[in-house]
Nanobody, 123 residues
Framework: QAQLMESGGDSVTAGESLRLSCTASGNTKWGSWGWFRQAPGKEREAVAVMYVGGFDTYYVDSVEGRFTVAQDNAKTTLYLQMNDLSPEDTAMYVC?????????????????WGQGTQVTVSS
């Protein structure tokens, strides 16, 4: 059974940057691995998701050009580099993985979830 643990969340001012990390343990042979977020009163949404096999990385429109998802060579740590943060990015960021390739990233097909790390952006 795989486990995911996030870190890197913080309170920052608009325009600043943060890098989130997600460390995986156990069986990490994912087809899909990425970051989701949930703001108060809103539904959880996919932010950035990587796939095996050469599929294009998914980014939600609101973060395109500002956020970058990447993984280390061992494929045990997933990163989310977030630049030019805005108050609209305030949310709990959660790392999740699926054994299959889930494109587009339907949350219901992701079986493994971390506990999340809070990102708060003030204006």
């Amino acid at each position: 059974q795989a486990q995911l643990m996030e870190s890197g969340g913080d309170s920052v001012t608009a325009g600043e940057s943060l890098r989130l990390s997600c460390t995986a343990s156990g069986n990490t042979k994912w087809g899909s691995w990425g970051w989701f977020r949930q703001a108060p009163g809103k539904e959880r949404e996919a932010v950035a998701v990587m796939y095996v096999g050469g599929f294009d990385t998914y980014y939600v429109d609101s973060v395109e050009g500002r956020f970058t998802v990447a993984q280390d060579n061992a494929k045990t740590t997933l990163y989310l580099q977030m630049n030019d943060l805005s108050p609209e990015d305030t949310a709990m960021y959660v790392c999740a993985a699926a054994e299959a390739i889930v494109s587009p990233p339907d949350l219901s097909y992701f079986s493994y979830w971390g506990q999340g790390t809070q990102v708060t952006v003030s204006s």
